[in-house]
């Protein structure tokens, strides 16, 4: 970590390509991104972290903190290595989400928000993931979205998730 922003060389290397896809006056919407990459390399985000970021974007801390939460895709505390969000919101639901959620639950022991004993799964309530036709739908991780997901396709990913 830089003792001057509290992020590191890498990461600020990674937001400064961010920031140039911007107009140099619109820094803070490259807060999602700056925000995955501090995550990606801190594991989850902390206010110190969330802090640094709203300095080195020059925003507000509360606008970057409402990004933070608002998003089920950012992490606030420590995660298990696999992290799956199931898609709730309605057309997945009536599309066997809730089944799925239920079979996850029971497979691993957990509940929304729970990571398993061994730290290797943490399970997630999640928003729209835009496949809807595609559900019940599970993102694995925020970057691999696993469609079609009945309880053999479950067991097949934790199998995959175990080695």
Sequence with gaps: MSENTGLSADARTRIDRELA??????KQSAVMAA??????????????????VAAYLGMP???VYEVA???S??????IGRHKLSVCTNLPCALSGANEAADYL???????WNGTTPDGAVTLKEGECFGACGDAPVILH????MLTGM????????????AK
């Design 21 to 26: 896809k911007y107009p140099a006056d619109q």
């Design 69 to 71: 939460t608002f998003y």
């Design 61 to 63: 801390t509360i606008a």
């Design 35 to 52: 925000l995955t990459i501090v995550q990606t390399e801190n594991g989850h985000l902390t206010a110190p972290l969330m802090d640094a």
């Design 73 to 78: 895709m950012y992490d606030l505390k420590p």
């Design 105 to 111: 639950q029971k497979k691993l022991c957990i509940g």
């Design 150 to 161: 009945t309880p053999g396709k479950i067991d097949e990913l934790l199998a995959e998730l």
């Design 141 to 144: 991780n925020n970057k691999r």
